[in-house]
């Protein structure tokens, strides 16, 4: 028998203090900011006509709240996943961007453009390979979990750049420089079926009012 079709929504969370502030923010969590709850509320409105059918997110609050300021008053389980968490960072959690550029240039450099060389051993955290390998993890779990329907998945900046690349058939080492950042409560769109990922949308933004 064929399977049904999937629909999945990525969204990513809304703007937080540690957004704002430029901190990193891998493992770590920080609370949405006014600007964050409000693009959450735009998803929600844009998609208030869309059946939803399955709700995940990571285990970071910062996804499980964007979640339900999407979902409103419908009543459906948020669902956290351990495989959609940001990317690690280790010991440089917490700290301001500009303090990791001035003290580590050459690591920074390869997190930026280098995904290949970059080994995460400065500070503990994950490699783009590990993080990739639990993306797809998660995405496979999930579809295994619903035969079909419609799907929204909460997730992080730099782990929806590199599995929405992947899924249109990129590479970890390409994807630094050619897929494009994904934006906070930005909507992307990808269809599965019969083992194909076909993407529909991607980084739509244009239900957000920036100014």
Request: charged share 25%.
């Amino acid at each position: 028998m064929a399977e049904g079709l999937r629909t999945i929504y990525f969204v990513r969370h809304g703007k937080t203090e540690w957004n704002m502030t430029g901190q990193m923010q891998g493992w770590g969590d920080s609370p949405l900011v006014a600007e964050g709850v409000d693009g959450a509320k735009a998803v929600g409105e844009v998609m208030k006509d869309t059946q939803i059918d399955a709700v995940y997110t990571s285990t970071s609050k910062r996804t499980q709240d964007t979640a339900a300021y999407i979902l409103g008053d419908r009543d459906i389980e948020i669902q956290p996943l351990e495989e959609l968490k940001e990317m690690s960072f280790g010991t440089w959690e917490g700290i301001r961007v500009t303090e990791i550029d001035e003290k580590h240039p050459k690591e920074r450099a390869q997190i930026l453009h280098d995904p290949k060389a970059y080994t995460a051993e400065i500070n503990g955290g994950e490699t783009y390979y590990q993080l990739a390998e639990r993306l797809l993890q998660g995405v496979e779990k999930i579809i295994a979990e619903n035969p079909s329907g419609n799907i929204l998945v909460v997730s992080h900046g730099m782990s929806l750049t590199l599995l929405l690349y992947l899924l249109q058939g990129g590479t970890i080492e390409d994807h630094r420089k050619e897929a494009p950042r994904i934006l906070n409560t930005s909507i992307s769109i990808v269809e599965y079926q019969n083992g194909d990922f076909a993407l529909k949308k991607l980084n739509e933004i244009g239900h957000l009012d920036l100014k």
